[in-house]
């Protein structure tokens, strides 16, 4: 079946490093939307990249859509306490609409 | 800001009782959404409603679950009987349309489950 695998699985960085997740998909994408769930929270929307090779900024974080829309990837810069959490991505299929997680990448800032 | 409510927060039962969750989307959101999350992993979606109708329970276990969203607006999942395996948080989710690309759907606190 259609899949959106993600990795890593953990990131364990300092604070004031930087942090990379990449997601792939084994079939084209119409969208990929990215989300992040703090610990005991629920998942958050923070972006949508619809088109071939877009890349879109947030502050620190930088998202990238592949020229197939096959691939994605979400980097932050200089992290921070507050970017602690689990960053899923979840790619949009135009056969049905819906959206197919990746399992999520969960960022981790050494003590 | 309109917020997807859920309740219970939390609930603790045992193998083979019934359980219940509800969900109360954001108003005028026509797209519904019952995801399971076991815990370090992604949501799974269980069941999508749109309106009244069920557009996509592929995934829903039916011998066990059930899903219902009578008047298109509120949705109550439910769980008989309940098994050890069944453990997970379970979020509600809505979105505007749902009727073309995928849209942005924003999530409820969840329901955390716990069967003993």
């Known amino acids: 079946g259609q899949q959106v695998m993600q990795i890593p699985q953990y990131q364990h960085v300092q604070e004031g490093e930087d942090f990379t997740t990449y997601c792939n998909s084994s079939?084209?994408?119409?969208?990929i939307q990215w989300y992040k769930q703090r610990p005991g929270g629920h998942p958050v929307f923070l972006i949508q990249l619809v088109k071939s090779g877009e890349v879109k900024k947030q502050k620190r974080l930088t998202f990238q859509f592949g020229e197939a829309k096959k691939n994605s990837s979400l980097h932050i810069t200089a992290t921070q306490t507050t970017d602690v959490g689990t960053y899923f991505c979840?790619?949009?299929?135009?056969?049905?609409?819906?959206?197919?997680w990746g399992a999520g990448t969960k960022l981790i800032i050494k003590p | 800001e309109a917020e997807v409510a859920q309740s219970p927060r939390y609930k603790i039962t045992e193998k083979s009782q019934a359980v219940a969750f509800w969900c109360d989307p954001i108003?005028?959101?026509?797209?519904l959404y019952w995801y399971r999350q076991i815990l370090g992993q992604g949501p799974e979606l269980l069941v999508q409603f749109q309106d009244e109708s069920v557009v996509d329970d592929s995934q829903l276990p039916k011998d066990r679950f059930s899903a219902e969203r009578l008047k298109g607006v509120d949705s109550t999942l439910k769980i008989q009987p309940a098994e050890l395996g069944d453990s997970a948080m379970y979020l509600c989710?809505?979105?505007?349309?749902?009727?073309?690309?995928?849209?942005?759907?924003?999530f409820g606190p969840g329901t955390r489950l716990l069967v003993l």
């Open positions: 979840a790619g949009g299929m135009d056969s049905n609409y819906q959206l197919i």
């Open positions: 989710a809505s979105s505007l349309n749902g009727a073309g690309a995928p849209e942005t759907q924003y």
């Open positions: 079939t084209t994408l119409s969208n």
């Open positions: 108003s005028g959101h026509a797209t």
